[in-house]
């Protein structure tokens, strides 16, 4: 059995590991000339921690990551603590599996290096699909092919094969961008910042900041609003000054933060309408290019992962004529749980953002009220679900 996985971020590379853990012969072909993830850090839950291990990765991941003390949320101009949820130990004992911080290249590096070499193929960029009964060929741009039986758009969120399967389709901007940033951590040792990831809450805005690099970097994300976002590219370097101004009210901590990094990113942040389908005969797509979702939840790459594994758990006993409804079980199997992650990520972008006033007094108290008890429960839904269990039962 041999698949063709377009894409060589978090969520191809870990198909390409899943894949070959139940046999299959798996080849991942990825555009860009080197492996690299833009952006600064990811936050990776149990949900995927669990899975991760399950490859064998325990180890690799433990000695790159940042294990938070709590999650908390906290208030845009005094840092008012409005509720904090522990997490290290808490989740562990809740969940049996660790919450991750970690820094993006670090993440795509444990993968990389746990396939085999000879799996990726860079400088690789699809261009064309069709298939036929028994397999699909492949066409790149530098006009070699491929052939396999199964093929996995794992692509991102303008995916080519998510277009070839279904046409062309905009996504959807969410009226948002973020500005990214990864500070030094001795840059800010007088702020004694705690091991947690911090979410501060104001009018339009919010902005996140964690350690990542065990320890040797802060990652933040400031998200503010935005009319549009023109510029061609996804992403563009971004002023630290403009970033600033976008938080000029906010409290000195948080500003502080801001002003000791070098230079930032903006990202326009854009989702997708939950699609109907995710996989047409022996071609399915994954991660990004299947749910494109707003970062609100930090559950994108965790998903995608999540995706990896019901994927090969739904292919592993296919015969070659039965492969494609194995990829039509995986879609039923993970779209309804993708699509209530992707609203709830909309969902949050709205509740996080909340100007002053009763709504968001209401917010603040709800939150409040969780203070005491085990909030992580709430989360169970998302953070103690087994998505190979969820597999054997459906
Ligand atoms: C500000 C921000 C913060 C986030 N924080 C979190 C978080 O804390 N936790 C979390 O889980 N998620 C988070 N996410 C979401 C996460 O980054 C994405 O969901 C995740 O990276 C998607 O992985 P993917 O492998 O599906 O796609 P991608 O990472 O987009 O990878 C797709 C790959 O396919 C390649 N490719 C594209 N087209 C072709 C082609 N035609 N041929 C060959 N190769 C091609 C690309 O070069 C790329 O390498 C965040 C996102 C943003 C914007």
Redesign the pocket.
């Given at each position: 059995m041999h698949a063709i996985i377009?894409?060589?971020?978090?969520?191809?590379l870990t198909a390409a590991l899943t894949l070959l853990r139940t046999g299959w012969k798996v080849q991942v072909?990825?555009?860009?000339s080197e492996l690299r993830?833009v952006?600064a850090?990811?936050?990776?839950s149990p949900n995927?921690t669990r899975l991760l291990h399950r490859l064998g990765l325990a180890e690799p991941l433990r000695r790159v990551a940042v294990r938070p003390v709590a999650l908390e949320m906290r208030r845009w101009e005094n840092g008012a603590v409005l509720s904090r949820q522990l997490l290290a130990d808490v989740c562990e004992a809740t969940f049996g599996a660790p919450y991750y911080h970690v820094y993006r290249p670090d993440l795509l590096a444990v993968l990389a290096a746990a396939l085999p070499s000879g799996i990726v193929t860079l400088g690789?960029?699809?261009?064309g699909i069709e298939q036929d009964e028994q397999g699909v060929e492949v066409a790149f741009e530098n006009g070699t092919t491929a052939r396999a039986e199964v093929v996995i758009g794992?692509?991102?969120?303008?995916?080519?094969?998510r277009e070839a399967l279904f046409g062309p389709e905009s996504p959807h901007f969410s009226g948002s961008i973020?500005y990214?940033g990864l500070v030094p951590a001795e840059r800010l040792a007088h702020l004694q910042l705690e091991r947690n990831s911090s979410a501060w809450l104001g009018p339009e805005r919010h902005f996140v900041h964690y350690y990542v690099g065990a320890g040797r970097f802060v990652n933040f994300?400031g998200v503010v609003p935005a009319q549009d976002w023109r510029v061609e590219s996804w992403s563009a370097q971004g002023e630290v000054a403009d970033a600033l101004a976008e938080f000029a009210d906010w409290h000195p901590q948080l500003r502080a933060i801001i002003s000791a990094v070098d230079f930032t990113n903006r990202?326009g942040?854009y989702d997708r309408d939950p699609l109907q389908r995710w996989s047409v005969g022996r071609v399915a797509l994954?991660?990004?290019?299947a749910h494109?979702?707003l970062?609100f939840m930090?559950?994108?790459?965790?998903?995608?992962i999540e995706d990896a594994f019901v994927l090969a758990r739904c292919l592993h006993a296919a015969a070659p004529a039965s492969q494609p409804e194995a990829l039509t079980r995986y879609e039923m199997i993970r779209k309804p749980r993708a699509t209530q992650v992707q609203a709830q990520a909309r969902q949050n972008g709205t509740t996080f953002h909340l100007v002053d006033g009763e709504a968001q007094r209401q917010r603040d108290a709800h939150l409040a009220a969780s203070v005491g008890t085990n909030p992580l429960l709430a989360s169970a839904w998302l953070y103690g679900h087994d998505v190979e269990a969820e597999v054997d039962q459906v």
């Open positions: 377009i894409g060589a971020g978090i969520g191809g072909f990825e555009q860009a993830e952006g850090g990811i936050q990776i995927a690789q960029r699809c261009v794992a692509d991102g969120i303008h995916s080519f094969v973020a990214r994300v990202w942040l994954l991660g990004d290019a494109a979702m970062p930090a559950q994108g790459a965790v998903q995608s």
